[in-house]
């Protein structure tokens, strides 16, 4: 009988940490203010890492810090102190990209579980079983593989393994690119990439086979760089089969309201296979789910095939949905309010979804909406707060969306 695999979310700040663990992540992982691959992603102080760290003890979720620079000289040090307070914390592991900061590690903190970042690219089971022998515990492995290479990875070592299962992807070799550094003097292997990768280009080199960009050749222009983005809610089963321990989330970026539906279309699909593995069903719904929040087109990329070619969007540099988050239920009043922060605007008499965390989403149309002062509000202002009508089964945290 297959082990549970965790589903790992990302916390890309507070707020998020705790929609991470309403909606089901057995596991987050998190930066400090430095050397983390999301520099801007708001990201935590040392004090919210230890209250971070104090939640995730209540809530019997995992925590997972990055410090997955590629580091540079002038970082050592920086790295050694910043270990150091991570250990103090007991964080449940490390993950790390360097090869010799991974050493340093082990060596110096031996009782702080590392676990080797994508970033390191870790693609046959030789390299795998050689960083576990070193005394890496788990390798999350590039999104490059396929479903085969995973599993024979998985079947030749005893490490754990971790695999992305959801989210942006990278043009480069496993996020290994220099392009915003080239363009904006911003370094994407020290988490300040301004994702050059989604513009518009013209390509200009004579030695383009004919035919191959057909917008090039109208004039038009192409985001021959702008990858999809990866969806294998189709392949949960396929996954867990595999031997994985960890199905990971990309996105400590994106919004709560993105994160909860998620992590929540992911929860149900793991949970399905444990109460109906006979089955193996997978529902169609997920996957409609998934695409009501941002995305730039889903592709399962190379699971199931590992020489198809990269699977890029060349029409648009954009993201795409079908609904957008209208706001996030803050609080109930009395079982007759309830507290909305306004995401995006909203109005009375419009169709809402309410995404409630480990249950079914809640359609309503409403009749009123209410400032605090109680007066009648005819369209809501974001960040605004009000009042809607209580709904039984929502709880705070809960997401509102409303199709476009």
Known sequence: MRKRPELLAPAGNFEKLKTAILYGADAVYLSGQNFGMRAYAGNFSEQELAEARRLCSEKNVKMYVTVNIIAKNRDISGIEDHLAFINNLKADAVIISDLGIIDFCLKKF????????????????????????????????????????????????EAEIEIFVHGAMCMAYSGRCMLSYYTKQRDPNRGECNQTCRFKYHLTSPDIPEGLYVEEESGKGSYFFNSRDLCLIDHVPDIIESGVSSLKIEGRMKTSGYLATVVKTYREAIDRYFSDKDEHKTDPAWKKELCKVSNREYTSFRFRDPDIPADQNYDSGKALSTHDIAGTVKDIVKNKHLVVEVKSAFHPGQKLEIVVPGKRTINVVLEEIHDTALEKVSRTKPNQIVLIKYFKSVVPGSVIRVKK
Do not use: C, W
């Open 110 to 157: 031996p009782e702080l579980p590392v676990h080797v970042s994508t970033q390191f690219s870790a693609m046959n089971y030789l390299t795998v079983d050689f960083l576990y022998r070193t005394g890496a515990k788990r390798i999350i492995l590039p999104r490059e593989l396929s479903l085969s290479e995973i599993k024979e990875i998985s079947s030749n070592s």
